[in-house]
């Protein structure tokens, strides 16, 4: 129910979403736990889900001032503890503005204020995956100018967000924390 797409004064886009490879490891009866790589990711499976919810709430009375919500959720699960997905993980921290990584086809999530991946978690073998995420934002914009040609707004923002290995480690509490202008 955005009102419009460049500076938006006011609505909300909630939108989630799921994805899912079919459980080969279901039918196929292998041990997955001492298998080759090679072999074992012949047949990629997992299922993952994504929640954004963003809203927009005009708080000056001409309606210039906007304060914009968002909320951000990801998880990504396996149907074989032997078998989790290398593909498909989330790399939280940065810019984000290269969407997709050309490492393993990992989905890049931006937090403002830390480099890129850097809240991502390594696994004991040294491999970086981030299978779960959060990230929570506010801004608070003021447009300097608003033509057809040209669009430019003041804000300033708090961010936090993480990401974490396993559902058992998620803890919605422990949140790296930003804050600045633009």
């Not at 500076?7 to 490891?25: C, E, F, M, N």
């Not at 490492?103 to 931006?110: F, G, L, P, R, V």
């Not at 390594?122 to 779960?132: H, K, L, P, R, V």
């Amino acid at each position: 129910s955005l009102d419009q797409p460049i500076y938006t004064r006011s609505g909300s886009d909630v939108s989630i979403s799921a994805t899912s490879t079919l459980p080969y490891s279901l039918f196929d009866r292998q041990d997955y736990s001492t298998m080759a790589d090679t072999d074992k990711y012949k047949w990629i499976e997992y299922y993952k889900i994504k929640l954004h919810a963003k809203m927009f709430t005009p708080i000056s009375n001409d309606g210039k001032m906007v304060l914009y919500s968002r909320a951000e959720y990801g998880f990504l699960g396996y149907f074989n503890k032997d078998k989790r997905s290398p593909f498909e993980t989330f790399y939280v921290g940065g810019d984000g503005i290269t969407g997709y990584s050309s490492t393993y086809a990992t989905e890049t999530i931006s937090l403002r204020g830390y480099t890129n991946g850097s809240l991502t978690p390594y696994y004991d073998n040294g491999g970086q995956a981030g299978n779960m995420y959060s990230k929570l934002s506010m801004e608070l914009r003021y447009p300097l100018l608003l033509e057809e040609t040209s669009v430019i707004w003041a804000l300033g923002f708090v961010e936090a967000g993480n990401a974490w290995k396993d559902f058992q480690d998620f803890n919605p509490f422990n949140l790296k924390r930003s804050a600045g202008v633009g």
